[in-house]
């Protein structure tokens, strides 16, 4: 069968002038509907004395507040919404600040509108039709597993809702209906690879082809061990749970950098200092305007992670600016195990549980799996318990921390005065994985 090379041509491919004309139009649009139907942005805009006629197209965009992580806390769990809840057909969630969740809410249009990015994702790398696509991806609240679920129906594809986890079931599935693609964390594809090493499989004896791997960082290294372990081509993806999921932008088969679906989402380069938007080429903070959502349509959203967008022209012919490996964050957000851990949570739970603020966060990864540990210093009188107790102990904070963080790290309690004090700020988090590039 011929292969799809893209899945909305007439989109993927539009001149750069058509798109800005079309994300200018867009835009005036959705900031009409948000102004109109999202009291707290409505403020933001009036404190900055900025109204919905001030903005004609993305040359006025700079002149639109920000959003950030703290407005969704606010305004949770409904205060973004911009259609009734009775128009909204599905969550998904991800983890907050300091335990308050950001919930993000669809609309039927919107499912389909990061569904379609999702199949363009997939459209990209080469699947169609008669590909199997095993998605272990993590199902549920995070959008890792409905997100390429969906996209996988949208091309067609035989698509296996494996989620993550269950190593044995995984590889049966995999090599039993002989999985062409293969969608998950980089580390997670990592373990599998080893996995079926270890079980007598080659790259030869595998059906895999390519696989669609992120909600993490990963080098360019790993993608060579990746390529070699598993016998395929690997491709990023980018997105974020506030802005729709997974597909916010994909990487095409040139493995140039991920295209942004921009006639959905307008990108933007900021100086995280300073909030001044930069030129394109430079690095800085990457910046999200929704352009077609309907429920939650965040307008300048700010991720935090930094990066580069380059408009050179792409051997795949698609026109969508692209945009670098994200190279490092603005805040203190780490990803450990694909899931996302702020230190404000980890110290939310140590207040709670009455211990001491003196702590370590140590990462590092073994085996392809990040090893998480916490060490936490006891007060004196605490020390003296017995050693059951300080299990005991040990064990209730895991799970507090479990509960609160969505993965449970190992916890060690440690004698008073023994995590080495910092003369200037203290260091908190000692992170031993090599992440970027
Ligand atoms: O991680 C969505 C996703 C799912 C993307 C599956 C790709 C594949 P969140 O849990 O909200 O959403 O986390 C978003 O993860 O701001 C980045 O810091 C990081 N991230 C996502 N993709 C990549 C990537 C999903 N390809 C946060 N490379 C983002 C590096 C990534 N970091």
Redesign the pocket.
Known sequence: MEKRKYYQPEIETMPVEQIKKMQSEKLVKQVKHVYEHVPYYRDLMDKKGVKPEDIHGIEDLYKLPFIEKSDLRETYPYGMLAVPLEDCVRIQS?SGTTGKRVIAYYTQNDVDLWEECCARALIAVGADKEDVVQVS?GYGL???GP??NGGSHKVGCLTLPMSSGNTDRQIQFMTDLKATVLCCTPSYAAYLGESLHDMGYTPDTISLKAGIF?????TQENRRELEKSLGIKAY???????IS??GVSFECTAQGGMHVNEDHFIAEIINPETGEPLPEGEKGELVFTCLDKEAFPLLRYR???ICVLTREACPCGRTFVRMS??MG?SDD?M?IRGV?VFPSQIEAVLINEGCSLNYQIKISRVNNSDTFDIYVELPPEQFDDSVKNLTAKEKSLQAALRSMLGIGPDVHLVPPKTIARSEGKAVRIIDERKLHD
């Not at 990023?236 to 506030?242: P, Q, R, S």
């Open positions: 991800t991806y995070f959008t890792g997100g390429l992120g909600a993490e960082p990963w990023d993806i980018y997105g974020l749970t506030e999921g997974p991720t935090r992670d490996k994200p964050r957000m990803i996302n």
